[in-house]
């Protein structure tokens, strides 16, 4: 077996792995105080629906996350799924 296809077969970065263990719950959680926020129901649905999404969508991140190229494309997959929400969220506190 070359070495190039060793290292390869065993690259897994430590930008990724972080990505996996920090961002995701942070993105799962920004996602579902998101909802939680902008959903027009009433307040005990609107946990429930929050809450319900939370879970797979950080079960989801976590497993998908570590498959990406590299660890700024997962990086990037978190806050494209937490800034959004965040500005919103701020916006709206403000206006």
């Known amino acids: 077996m070359s070495e190039g296809v060793g290292s390869k077969a065993a690259n897994h970065s430590l930008a990724r792995t972080l990505a996996a263990l920090v961002g995701a719950p942070l993105a799962a959680f920004a996602f579902g105080a998101g909802l939680v926020a902008l959903l027009p129901v009433s307040g005990g649905w609107t946990f429930l629906v929050g809450f319900h999404l939370v879970v797979p969508l950080w079960v989801a ?27 919103t969220l701020v916006a709206r506190r403000l206006g």
Do not use: S, Y
Request: aromatic share 4%.
């Open 61 to 87: 991140l976590a497993c998908g996350l570590p498959l990406l190229r590299n660890g700024r494309v997962a990086w990037a997959v978190c806050a494209a799924l937490m800034l959004p929400l965040v500005a």
